[in-house]
């Protein structure tokens, strides 16, 4: 039953994971900066970045835009699945782990794709847009920090 639980735990705490990194890519309102489009316009201007380094970075982001739609839906498919669970159902543990195992595996692969993309972002900067990018993610850190405390 702990692992049950455990494993339950974690697919829930996954899930809350993925649905922000799917919010980041979606965009909405209240979701990072408006999605990809209106994310790289701000760090485009917050950069000053000129025209060839934009049109870089967003072909960057269009080459990994299927790999993101995939993991998107593999993790829609997966909270259908987790929602569509049966407890009375004798296979309810072993459906539950590969449900986990696989929303593990997505988690993976979308950290693997996002550092990815990261770095490719940022081999288009130069040193100084680097250092300044790296200033206003210390500072975000810092900000988030703070709310957390006040919590």
């Known amino acids: 039953m702990r692992i049950v639980t455990l494993t339950l735990l974690a697919a829930v705490a996954l899930a809350a994971f993925s649905s922000s990194v799917y919010a980041e890519f979606r965009g909405g309102p209240g979701m990072g900066f408006g999605g990809p489009r209106l994310m790289l316009e701000h760090m485009a201007d917050h950069l000053d970045l000129d025209d060839a ?8 982001l269009e080459a990994a835009k299927p790999e993101m739609e995939a993991l ?28 986990a195992l696989s929303n593990g595996q997505i988690a993976t692969d979308g950290t693997l794709l996002f550092t ?3 770095a490719e972002v940022n081999a288009v900067l ?15 850190r810092e900000a988030f920090e703070r709310r957390a405390e006040r919590r």
Do not use: H, W
């Not at 380094?53 to 960057?60: A, D, G, H, L, P």
């Not at 998107?72 to 159902?89: G, H, M, P």
């Not at 100084?128 to 500072?139: G, L, M, V």
């Open 53 to 60: 380094q934009r049109e870089t970075v967003k072909n960057i």
């Open 72 to 99: 998107r839906e593999q993790f829609r498919a997966n909270r259908e699945a987790l929602a569509a669970l049966d407890t009375s159902d004798p296979a309810y543990s072993t459906t539950l782990n590969n449900i």
């Open 116 to 118: 990815r993309v990261r």
């Open 126 to 140: 130069t040193d100084e847009q680097r250092a300044k990018a790296e200033r206003f993610k210390e500072r975000k």
